[in-house]
């Protein structure tokens, strides 16, 4: 099993940025891949960005390209996601996922609120 625990969401001015983290524990070896989804009010769950183990195939939804990175400390079995100037849009509950031993993302975080003003 990996558990999964996020932090760093908050209210935030548009135009300003935030740094969500993610810290995995438990079976971490068996990760491969990790991601960021993001929930907004009355909406599906989208994925944001993903990135592999390796640090390599950083993949974005175009709404959030040139604004957001996500980066992986293998060291401290985190991944980091940097949104930078932030829109009202980017609201939403932001969760991470990890897939481990796994094609799919079979574990998730408990989510993080982000609340961007205009």
């Known amino acids: 099993q990996v558990q999964l625990v996020e932090s760093g969401g908050g209210l935030v001015q548009a135009g300003g940025s935030l740094r969500l983290s993610c810290a995995a524990s438990g079976r971490t070896s068996s990760i491969y891949a990790m991601a960021w989804f993001r929930q907004a009010p009355g909406k599906e769950r989208d994925s944001v960005a993903a990135?592999?183990?390796?640090?390599?195939?950083?993949n974005y939804a175009d709404s959030v390209k040139g604004r957001f990175t996500i980066s992986v400390d293998n060291a401290k079995n985190t991944v980091y996601l940097q949104m930078n100037s932030l829109k009202p849009e980017d609201t939403g509950v932001y969760y991470c996922?990890?897939?481990?031993?796994?094609?799919?993302?079979?574990?998730w975080g408990q989510g993080t609120q982000v609340t961007i003003s205009s």
């Open positions: 996922a990890a897939a481990g031993g796994s094609s799919t993302y079979n574990y």
């Open positions: 990135i592999t183990r390796s640090g390599s195939n950083g």
